[in-house]
Nanobody
Framework: QVQLVESGGGLVQPGGSLRLSCAAS????????MGWYRRAAGKQRELVAS???????NYAESVEGRFTISRDNAKKTVYLQLASLNAEDTAVYYC????????????????WGQGTQVIVSS
């Protein structure tokens, strides 16, 4: 069993900052890519940022220069630092991880967090 637990969402004023965290736990052998998606009301899900196990990052054009993704492999945790927030960043943010785990055998699967709400409003 593998779980991803997110934290750090909330209400923030325009121009403000937040830090999201997502910790993985369970029968994990290794974690490949980790990242964050978001879904705003009435919009399609959007890939916000991703980071490989080696630290290579990728960002959506809409957040480039404002958001920073990082990870702590020892803690099996991925972070998303959000800065210069605006109303368009309001969404539910979901972390994901590509995990190599073990049960009766080894397998690779994608896992998702439960989502954390970010609201940018004055």
């Amino acid at each position: 069993q593998v779980q991803l637990v997110e934290s750090g969402g909330g209400l923030v004023q325009p121009g403000g900052s937040l830090r999201l965290s997502c910790a993985a736990s369970g029968s994990i052998i290794s974690i490949n890519t980790m990242g964050w998606y978001r879904r705003a009301a009435g919009k399609q899900r959007e890939l916000v940022a991703s980071i490989t196990s080696g630290g290579t990052t990728n960002y959506a054009e809409s957040v480039e220069g404002r958001f920073t993704i990082s990870r702590d492999n020892a803690k099996k945790t991925v972070y998303l630092q959000l800065a210069s927030l605006n109303a368009e960043d309001t969404a539910v943010y979901y972390c994901y991880a590509v995990v190599v785990a073990y049960g009766s055998t080894y397998y690779t699967n994608n896992y998702w967090g439960q989502g954390t709400q970010v609201i940018v409003s004055s």
